[in-house]
């Protein structure tokens, strides 16, 4: 059987030199012109809603499309822009954002994902979802 915690050791070790922020802090850093990635699923995003202004991107492609030196990059990826990363929880968000900062990215994410975004009492949208495939 696996050790239970064997994920939670993975998610501080992905954790570590980085800060993340609250949803509040993010709605600002995204204001401020940080660009949002929401990693959701497009069942989970229709049952709660969009987040205004993030790009949709596939987990599975993601540092293809964000990586400035890639070939399948978006427009919007560029090594000098922040990223804030979203998820439902907050966790897979922080696996994500360690990959870009791994990738010399300025990467975050949201503690408690949209959750907490929601919480916080911040607007989702009934726009649809810009999905970057």
């Known amino acids: 059987m696996t050790d239970p915690s064997a994920v939670d050791g993975l998610l501080a070790r992905a954790r570590v030199g980085w800060t993340r922020l609250t949803a509040t802090e993010a709605y600002a850093a995204v ?3 940080a660009l949002l990635v929401d990693t959701r699923t497009a069942a989970h995003r229709a049952r709660t809603g969009d987040l205004p202004g993030a790009l949709v991107i596939d987990r599975t492609v993601l540092e293809w499309r964000l990586d400035p030196t890639s070939p399948n990059r978006i427009p919007e990826a560029g090594s000098r822009r922040r990223i804030v990363v979203v998820c439902r929880h907050g966790y897979s968000s922080s696996l994500a954002a360690r990959s870009l900062r791994d990738l010399g990215l300025d990467a975050t994410d949201v503690v ?22």
């Open 112 to 133: 408690d994902g949209v959750e907490g975004w929601i919480a916080a009492g911040l607007p989702l949208t009934g726009e649809p979802a810009d999905v970057r495939e």
């Open 31 to 33: 204001q401020a012109g």
